[in-house]
């Protein structure tokens, strides 16, 4: 019981971000099946029997994984219940969360059992009932339902965000299938077309209902700044903002498709591919922010725009050797914690079971964590330099840029934890004890056989096959989990100020995975235009960790 | 192809392992009687905890720990508003006292928290 405290918070946003991702494909699966594929198939000209067994395959999975996972998430917080609570089972199950988590369960296995044959009038008005009350309790899991004030436009905004979200984001995966599937261009417009329309009007679902929630969750300029809330909801944002530039992309595309029937949509396929990726890490970003209190809830401890520009502005030199206790520096940096712990003493403390206590820092941590941060960020600046230097022709020799990865796996491994052997006096095998110091150890591991990877990928150029997929599908992956990373649920100044810079951080990690994807899997200007922008967002991110500062 | 999935999926799992921290939750408290750090008498403490959000009273609870560490659990009432936990304590003994409170909100997040005060 103990273990799974431990790792409940963590677990609960996974489960919860996996929750939406599977709902997204579940309710998006038949919006597809309903709103297009069946309207549109006497009109294609093909019968397309694999494409919609294909769909059907894809959905049914989709609602099994939904009533699996959410079967999974009610357990995961019925177990905490019984284990803080010492309460039976059958009550920590019959809370209001329950109920709504076993209905959700139901719907989705049967939508999973009635997804399996054709969709005839009743069966669809079945499916659509389904779904509906699915949307309807997941609802009930969300911010709008707990809300002491006026809950129904926060539910409604809240069901029209996840259904919008559903059918742009939970449909691309049957679009690709249907685009795949189908080999003449009038299809290819008439689906693309229908689609293009969806999206739009889902765009519209996620605007307005994202607008209601922002004006009654964040409620001001300074909220949205000043909290972890308001900083999610900007990293939404900006995730959005890529999405539309890609959606906007493919609506050109789609009509130009619709005046030269002869235009290539392979463009149309990838967009379609990077959309499904930043879409699925929006997924995990609202998990992320249902985590966390509305900022209007927090009026007390808000970071101050000073404080932001104050810790955001770039400090020379950065620190690249190790902390010293005799530094003035380092004692004023000392002085200032004690300053910042002495205002956090009569503060209202909040936290999750299993959480812990935050422990006290000093000066030499922080020094050090910086110091390994900036370390970090020379060897990310110097990754992209080169990946830039490799376009040129003289430039061919820095393609071994790769290599930089196992300078950075030694780097960490001699100065990440330095209570540990080689630096420490802890011995190898010993500080493996430690979950911490392991972790650090497996990274390290993984960094270094991911540099040697990537780097036998570059020395083999275009005969390295899919295998060249693996970096970008890393660094976005890498990007997306940044986003469910902790957060102080009370305004902890100190801790969001550190939060902050994982946003961006993020953000960056994100738009260059996807952006190498892109430069791999097209042709032509926008490929040669992505083999460009991943490099300067790499830069980017070394150069936010050579910004990176605790105090 | 298949070295390739297999590839991603072991990058995948060790990044979900390498962020063990994320918390979910969300009822926090936006006003409280005790305040933190405040000072009372101890003959009948006013317990009024105001979160929020609406929260399930019977799948929450209210611990009073003692300067010596002892644990005293209250009842919260029955009549308070969806989104407070109340109760009373009384004759409590001088010294540094602290409220544990844990609340899950309607919506099914479980969050904990302290409140120091003291009695003199």
Excluded at chain 1, 57 to 82: G, Y
Excluded at chain 1, 180 to 196: F, H
Excluded at chain 1, 387 to 413: I, Q, S, T
Excluded at chain 2, 59 to 82: H, M, Q
């Amino acid at each position: 019981m103990y273990l799974l405290l431990d790792i409940f918070g963590y677990l609960s946003v996974v489960l919860r971000g996996l929750i939406l991702i599977a709902q997204s494909f579940t309710l998006g699966g038949l919006a597809f099946q309903l709103l297009l594929w069946g309207p549109l198939q006497p009109r294609l000209s093909v019968y397309g029997l694999t494409i919609e067994e294909r769909c059907r395959a894809f959905l049914r999975f989709s609602a099994f994984a939904l009533a699996l996972l959410t079967v999974a998430s009610l357990a995961l917080n019925a177990a905490a219940l019984v284990g803080t609570l010492q309460v039976p089972w059958s009550e920590a199950v019959s809370a209001d969360f329950g109920r709504a988590d076993i209905v959700i369960a139901a719907c989705a296995l049967g939508i999973a059992i009635l997804a399996n044959g054709p969709a005839h009038r009743l069966r669809s008005a079945a499916l659509l009932a389904l779904s509906v009350l699915a949307l309807a309790m997941q609802t009930r899991l969300t911010h709008a339902a707990s809300r002491p004030d006026v809950r129904w436009p926060l539910l409604l905004s809240d069901a029209g965000h996840m259904a919008g979200a559903a059918v742009w984001i939970g449909g691309l995966p049957y679009f690709l299938i249907a685009l795949n599937g189908c080999k003449d261009a009038g299809d290819w417009r008439l689906i693309a077309r229908r689609y293009s329309l969806m999206s739009m009007a889902a765009v519209a679902a996620i605007v307005c209902g994202g607008l209601v929630m922002a004006a009654n969750y964040i409620g001001s300029v300074a909220a949205i700044y000043g909290t972890a809330y308001g900083v999610m909801t900007l990293a939404k944002l900006g995730l959005l903002l890529m999405l539309l530039m890609l959606g906007a992309g493919n609506y050109f595309l789609v009509e130009r498709l619709r005046r030269d029937p002869t235009t290539p949509i392979l463009r149309l396929k990838r967009f379609a591919e990077v959309e499904i990726g930043i879409g699925l890490t929006v997924l995990l970003a609202a998990a992320s922010l249902t985590s966390l209190p509305p900022g209007v809830d927090l009026p007390r401890d808000r970071l101050a725009w000073h404080e932001i520009v104050e810790r955001a502005t770039p400090q020379w030199p950065p620190r690249l050797t190790s902390p010293d206790y005799d530094k003035l520096t380092v004692a004023q940096l000392q002085a200032k914690i004690t300053l910042a712990d002495a205002g956090r003493a009569n503060a209202q403390a909040a936290y999750v079971p299993g959480e812990g206590t935050i422990l006290p820092r000093n000066a030499e941590d922080i020094a050090w964590s910086e110091y390994n941060h900036h370390w970090a960020g020379v060897f990310v600046v110097l990754i992209g330099l080169l990946a830039l230097v490799e376009h040129f022709r003289w430039g061919r020799w820095a393609r071994h840029w790769p290599l930089l990865f196992l300078a950075m796996a030694a780097f960490l491994f001699f100065r990440a934890d330095e209570q540990a052997w080689p630096l420490g006096p802890a011995g190898f095998f010993e500080s493996l004890r430690d979950p911490e110091v392991a972790q650090h150890r497996i990274f390290v591991l993984l960094i270094a056989v991911f540099g040697l990877f990537e780097w036998r990928v570059r020395l083999r150029g275009s005969k390295a096959g899919p295998a060249a997929l693996v970096f970008p599908l890393t660094t976005a992956l890498g990007g997306a989990l940044l986003l469910t990373h902790s957060h102080a649920i009370a305004n902890i100044k100190d801790q969001l100020l550190i939060e902050m810079s994982h946003t961006p951080l993020a953000l960056c990690g994100v738009a260059a995975g996807w952006a190498r994807w892109l430069e791999l899997r097209l042709d032509g200007r926008v490929s040669r235009a992505a083999a460009w922008i991943w490099p300067v967002a790499f830069i980017l991110v070394g150069l936010i960790l050579l910004d990176y500062r605790e105090a | 192809m298949r070295a390739f999935f297999r590839i991603a999926f072991v990058l995948s799992a060790l990044w979900f392992l390498a962020h063990p921290n994320a918390s979910q939750a969300h009822a926090i408290i936006v006003s409280s009687s005790p305040a933190a750090g405040a000072t009372v008498s101890g003959d009948t403490v006013a317990i009024r905890l105001h979160f929020n959000s609406r929260i399930d009273r019977a799948r929450s609870k209210l611990t009073l720990l003692a300067p010596d560490g002892a644990a005293r659990a209250l009842t919260p009432a029955s009549d308070a508003p969806a989104d407070e936990l109340n109760a009373d304590a009384t004759r409590l003994p001088a010294g540094a006292w602290h409220l544990r409170w844990q609340v899950l909100s309607v919506d099914g997040h479980i969050t904990r928290g302290d409140i120091p005060f003291t009695v003199h």
